[in-house]
C-alpha cells in the first residue's frame, strides 16, 4: 500500500507491497548491574545481533536519548545525545548542571562504539542535539535549553535553539553558544542545500497552538534570518520540523502533528511554504535521507519506531515498516560506505540507552543487515573535547 501526499488525489493508493526482509526480533537490552558513573564502549564483536548499542550509560544518570549521527571528514561517525537523568533533567544535587550533550564515535561503520564524552554542558538542560559536518571541515552542533522556573514553581521556561561549533573535527568544541532562534526549538540536523545556504528546521508553540518553521543562513551559521513560519492551516502542529531538497528544486519539510502528522512544500527556497497537510498516519520527530536510488527515507517514533520510504520524491510513502518495538525514536540516518544505512534511535524509559541497526534499502522495499565489525577492528577512542573560549 502506497500514502499519497499529492494534494490532488486520494488519500490512498494501492500500488507495490513492501517487500521486508526482517532480522529475528532482539532480547529487550539488560541493564541490570551497570555502573551508572562509568561510560563504556560498547562492542558488536561480543554480542553479534540485529541492532548494537551505542552507549548505555553516558555517565550523567543513565538516561540517553535523542540521537543524530553524522559522517565525518576523517571517515569515522559521530553519534551525539542527550545525556540526563530522565526525560527532563533540571540541575540538581545529582546533576548540578543539568542534563547534557553527549557523544560516541565509531571507526568501524557503527558496529562498536566509543566510551561517551561530553560535547556540551551548559548551566541548564541541553538537550535534542543534531550534528553535521560542513564541507569546509566545520562540525556545527545545534541543540535547545530548557531553564527551571523560579523556585517553588513547578515546570520550566524554554530559552531557544542554539549552536556550538568545532573547527578541529571535534576535538573542541564553543565555549559560549550562539542562539539561533528565540522562542523556538529544534530537533534535527542543519541540512545544507544544493546553493549553498544552510538550513534548520525548528517549530513554536503559542497557547493551544504550534506549528513548524524554519531557519535560513547564508554565511556558513555565522548568522541565521527571523523564523519563517511554516501555516498549520489551523491544525496544532508539534512539529519537529526537517527538511530534504527534492530534485525539482522543492524543499519538502516533515512536520510532527497532534495526531497524525503533516508535510509542506517551498517552491521558493524557503521563503514561503504551502499550508500543512496530513500524511494519514502519526509520527513523531521524522528524519529525512536520500538513500542510493533516490530513494527517500523518513524515520519516526510512531508506531514503536518505523519508517516509510518513497520512491517518486515524497509524493507517495509506502505502508510503515517497524525498526523496533522500542518507543523512544527520534530516529537519525546516515549511508554507510557500502550503501546500506545505518540508523540510531532510543529506547525510553528508565535506563533508556542509544540503539542502532543497519539496513538496505532498495525499491522493492527494506532489507534488514547485521552489523559485524571488520576482522581485528577495535572499538575507537574518543577525541576529549576541551571547551574554548
Same mark, same amino acid.
Given at each position: ?64 536519548? +535523542? ?13 551525539? +545525545? ?40 551548559? @548551566?541548564?538542560? &541541553? ?15 545545534? +541543540? ?49 542545500? @544544493? ?31 527571523q523564523p519563517i513560519d511554516i501555516p498549520n492551516g489551523g491544525k496544532r502542529l ?15 519539510a516533515a512536520l510532527r502533528g497532534h495526531d497524525i502528522s503533516a508535510w509542506s ?13 496530513? +500524511? ?38 509506502? &505502508? ?70
Open positions: 500500500m502506497w500514502i499519497r501526499t499529492k494534494r490532488d488525489c486520494a488519500t490512498w493508493l494501492v500500488g507495490l507491497w513492501c517487500a521486508v526482509v526482517s532480522a529475528p526480533a532482539a532480547a529487550e537490552p539488560n541493564t541490570a548491574g551497570v555502573d551508572p558513573s562509568a561510560a563504556q564502549a560498547t562492542s558488536a564483536a561480543a554480542h553479534p545481533r540485529a541492532w548494537v548499542h551505542v552507549c548505555t550509560d553516558a555517565g550523567a544518570g543513565a538516561y540517553e536519548a +535523542f540521537p543524530d549521527v553524522c559522517r565525518m571528514t576523517d571517515g569515522r561517525l559521530m553519534c551525539v +545525545f542527550y545525556a540526563g537523568y530522565g526525560h527532563v533533567a533540571m540541575p540538581s544535587a545529582q546533576l548540578p548542571q543539568g542534563g547534557r550533550i553527549s557523544y560516541c564515535i565509531s571507526a568501524d561503520e557503527g558496529c562498536s562504539w566509543s566510551a561517551a564524552s561530553t560535547l556540551y554542558d551548559g @548551566p541548564y538542560d &541541553d538537550r535534542d542535539p543534531s550534528v553535521v559536518e560542513l564541507a569546509d571541515g566545520r562540525m556545527l552542533c545545534n +541543540f535547545f535549553t530548557l531553564q527551571p522556573k523560579p523556585a517553588g514553581q513547578p515546570g520550566w521556561i524554554g530559552l531557544g535553539a542554539w549552536l556550538v561549533t568545532s573547527r578541529d573535527g571535534g576535538m573542541t568544541w564553543d565555549r559560549q553558544p550562539q542562539q539561533i532562534a528565540a522562542g523556538y526549538y529544534c530537533s534535527a540536523p542543519i541540512r545544507p542545500l @544544493p546553493d549553498g545556504r544552510l538550513m534548520l528546521g525548528l517549530y513554536k508553540e503559542s497557547g493551544e497552538t504550534a506549528c513548524g518553521a524554519v531557519t535560513i543562513s547564508t554565511d556558513g551559521g555565522s548568522s541565521w534570518c508539534d512539529a519537529e520540523t526537517d527538511v530534504i531538497a527534492l530534485n525539482n528544486g522543492s524543499l519538502f512544500i517551498s517552491k521558493d527556497g524557503g521563503t514561503s511554504w504551502s499550508v500543512a497537510e496530513l +500524511f494519514g498516519f502519526p509520527g513523531h520527530c521524522h528524519y529525512l535521507l536520500r538513500a542510493p536510488g533516490d530513494i527517500i527515507l523518513m524515520a519516526h517514533r510512531l508506531p514503536n519506531t518505523s519508517l516509510h520510504f518513497s520512491l517518486d520524491e515524497c509524493q507517495t510513502w509506502s &505502508d510503515p515498516v517497524e525498526v523496533d518495538s522500542v518507543i523512544g525514536a527520534y530516529p537519525s540516518m546516515v549511508t554507510l560506505k557500502d550503501g546500506s544505512i545505518l540508523i540510531v534511535y532510543y529506547e525510553e524509559g528508565s535506563g533508556s540507552s542509544i540503539r542502532a541497526r543497519r539496513f538496505r534499502a532498495t525499491r522493492q522495499g527494506i532489507q534488514w543487515l547485521t552489523l559485524e565489525p571488520p576482522a581485528a577492528a577495535a572499538p575507537p577512542d574518543a577525541p576529549q573535547p576541551s571547551a574554548r573560549g
